[in-house]
């Protein structure tokens, strides 16, 4: 086949329409960042997602630059008008194996072409659907649907998601954990997707998407695993600079206290609960929470701006 001249493959690709889907990209653009947390749970090692871009092709060409051999994952989604793609490269695959088998010790590395097993293959579909139902999450605040893999292929040369020269989205993430990496790339046609192609194509202008409070649901998530420093304040009194600068050891200080007065517990400054002093059956000093002294808001807060 000679190649085409200039003129010709600027004729060409005139007659598809290329046009972007700004709140297409912002869905994956935030589908990569809680996939992050989503894989880190599912694998039990350190993960990192990275979308590296989101293109705009013809189906043929999405196709042809698929890796082969490759896991594909034929996925059907409620609403729309036909199937999507998720394709996960071998390195990907093979790194998820290898850490889901206890294999952190042997290095990666590169591998002859070869078709799958039937146990590779369920891996490679259990991590699709993990990373799907992710992605479901991602799409309920724009265009809510259902994904659900209707079967897989092995050789992406065989895959026909819509006809050839139509136009279709191409978004490739590139996950890397333990030390090995991978790509896994979504291929949605616009034929597919387009009863909400509407809903795609609106211009993102900031602020949340859709009422998405995920990153205060992050950023409070993270707060209740994090260590905090508890204070319990037995009592206080003003005393003249002269006397403290009298004391010697052995004074006695006089708080007008008594034994079963109630302590006050403080976090970063603020007072958050009186509690009674008690001692345990092992001889150690503990503390009965009575009254609480604070409102959640106002404690999360306060704590975020220290």
């Known amino acids: 086949m000679e190649p085409k001249h200039v003129e010709e493959l600027i004729i060409e690709r005139a007659k598809f329409s290329y046009a972007r889907l700004p709140m297409l990209e912002v869905v994956f653009d935030r589908f990569a960042l ?5 894989l880190k749970t599912y694998l039990g090692a350190m993960t990192e ?11 043929n060409d999405a196709v042809e630059d698929l890796p082969d051999p490759a896991l594909v994952a034929v996925t059907e989604a409620a609403g729309w008008a036909g199937p999507m793609a998720v394709v996960v490269e071998p390195s990907l695959l093979f790194a998820v194996i290898e850490i889901t088998f206890g294999g952190r010790a042997v290095p990666g590395g590169p591998r002859n072409p070869r078709s799958f097993t039937a146990i590779e293959k369920r891996i490679g579909e259990r991590l699709c659907e993990v990373t799907l139902e992710d992605l479901q ?18 050789n992406p040369r065989a895959l026909l998601l819509g006809p050839p020269t139509s136009a279709c989205v191409r978004a490739v993430m590139h996950i890397e954990a333990e030390e090995r990496s991978g790509r896994m790339i979504f291929v949605l046609p616009n034929a597919s997707f387009e009863p909400v192609n509407h809903v795609f194509s609106q211009a993102f202008t900031g602020g949340q998407l859709g009422g998405d409070t995920g990153w205060r649901n992050k950023m409070t998530g993270m707060l209740g695993h994090t260590s905090v420093t508890l204070n319990a304040l037995m009592g206080e009194t003003r005393i003249p600079l002269r006397e403290v600068l009298a004391w010697t050891p052995g004074t006695v200080l006089d708080f007008g206290m008594q034994e079963d007065d109630p302590v006050t517990v403080t976090c970063a400054e603020l007072p958050v609960a009186k509690a009674e ?3 345990r059956k092992n001889g150690r000093v ?4 009575t009254d609480k002294l604070y409102e959640d808001e106002e404690l999360a807060q306060h704590v975020l701006d220290r």
């Open 34 to 38: 809680s996939l992050s947390q989503v």
């Open 49 to 59: 997602v990275t979308l590296e871009k989101v293109d705009y092709l013809s189906c």
């Open 137 to 154: 999450r991602a799409f309920a605040k724009v265009s809510p649907t259902e994904f659900t893999i209707s079967h897989l292929e092995t």
């Open 277 to 279: 002093v008690g001692r």
């Open 286 to 289: 503990a503390l009965k929470f």
